[in-house]
C-alpha cells in the first residue's frame, strides 16, 4: 500500500518523521513531500523524499514580493549611494556630498530595517494564510503527476500547510483515504460499523 506524507511548513521540518516511522514499519511504501529537508535529517531507508521548496521559490508571489520589499528599495538606495559618492569628487561638491552623504547612510540603514520589517509582516500575516492554497497550485502546475505515479491509498497531513493540498487531492479521488497524522488512521478496507440510531 501506498503513502503520501506531506509535510509543507517550513517551521519544524522534522515533524513528519515519526508518522513516517510508523508506516514504514508497517508495511506501507512512503513518499514524502517537503518543503526542506534539513541536511542532518534521517529519513527511513526506503523513503521517497521529495522537496518542493524550490516551486515555491521560483513562483511569481514569492519573487515579486522579494523585489518589491527587498531587492528594489535596496538597490535603490546602492545606487543612490554611488551618486552622492561619485559627486563627492566633483570639484566644489566635495563637502556638500558628504554632509549628504551621511545622511543617505542613514536613510540606508533606515531603509533596510522597514523592508525587513515589512518582508517579516509579509510571511507572518498574509502569506501565511495565502501559501497553502498558492502550495497546492503551484504542486498541480509542476509536481502532481509526479507525486501520483503511484496512486496513494493513503494521504498523510503532517503540519497545516498541508491541509490544502490534501483536501484537493481527496477532491480529486474521492477513495483515497485523507487523515491528519497516523494516530487516527482507520484500517484500508476494514468496515466500520454504523452508529445505531436509539
Not at 534539513?38 to 518542493?52: F, L, M
Not at 551618486?83 to 533596510?112: C, D, E, M, N, W
Request: hydrophobic share 45%; aromatic share 8%; charged share 20%.
Amino acid at each position: 500500500m501506498n503513502a503520501l506524507v506531506l509535510q509543507l511548513g517550513g517551521l519544524r521540518p522534522g515533524v513528519a518523521f515519526p508518522d513516517v516511522e510508523w508506516l514504514v514499519t508497517n508495511g506501507w511504501t512512503v513518499t514524502l513531500v517537503v518543503s526542506v529537508l534539513p541536511d542532518g535529517a534521517q529519513v527511513p531507508a526506503g523513503v521517497e523524499v521529495v522537496e518542493v521548496g524550490d516551486l515555491e521559490q521560483v513562483g511569481a508571489l514569492w519573487r515579486a514580493e522579494r523585489f518589491v520589499v527587498l531587492a528594489g528599495p535596496s538597490g535603490a538606495m546602492r545606487k543612490l549611494r554611488a551618486l552622492v559618492t561619485k559627486l563627492g569628487g566633483i570639484r566644489g561638491l566635495g563637502r556638500p556630498a558628504r554632509i549628504v552623504g551621511g545622511y543617505v547612510i542613514s536613510l540606508h540603514a533606515f531603509q533596510y530595517r522597514a523592508s525587513r520589517g515589512l518582508h517579516n509582516r509579509w510571511l507572518t500575516g498574509p502569506y501565511r494564510v495565502l501559501r497553502p492554497l498558492w502550495l497546492w497550485r503551484l504542486l498541480r502546475r509542476s509536481a502532481l503527476d509526479e507525486l501520483l505515479r503511484t496512486k496513494p491509498d493513503l494521504v498523510v497531513c503532517a503540519d497545516r500547510d498541508a491541509i490544502a493540498t490534501a483536501w484537493h487531492l481527496a477532491r480529486r479521488y474521492p477513495d483515497v483515504e485523507v487523515t491528519y497524522g497516523v494516530n487516527r488512521v482507520r484500517p484500508i478496507g476494514v468496515s466500520v460499523p454504523e452508529p445505531v440510531s436509539a
